[in-house]
């Protein structure tokens, strides 16, 4: 009986405890996902930027291309912080590329 209370305490163990709070927040797929739709939302006002024709048209590329970095950053920074269960070079390196990008984004501003 002993043995069995054992392997049984062990499966439970071995199972995963769902994300609870910020970190459901910032899960792994959801900081992948805001990654990449913010770098398309750059990608798209870098679009707009090129084929502009008015200057209300270049201001609303840079208001895209600021929404993309801030949903970027936004995201390596929530995910970075948070998320405990990847390895802490990654998250070193998701705040440094966060890093980067408000780096960028304070360049933008000083146009």
Do not use: H, W
């Not at 009986?1 to 769902?18: D, H, I, K, R, V």
């Not at 008015?54 to 390596?76: E, H, P």
């Amino acid at each position: 009986m002993g043995a069995m209370e054992e392997t049984e305490n062990m499966s439970q163990e071995g199972q995963p405890t769902p994300p609870l709070g910020l970190t459901a927040i910032f899960s792994e797929n959801l900081v992948v996902a805001c990654t990449l739709l913010g770098i398309l939302v750059i990608f798209v006002g870098q679009i707009v930027n090129i084929y502009a024709r008015t200057n209300d048209v270049i201001q609303g590329s840079y208001v895209l291309m600021y929404l993309g970095r801030m949903l970027s950053s936004g995201a390596l920074i929530g995910g970075g912080i948070t998320n405990k269960n990847i390895d802490k070079f990654v998250r070193l390196g998701m705040l440094l590329a966060a890093g980067f990008i408000i780096s960028s984004l304070l360049g933008l501003t000083a146009r």
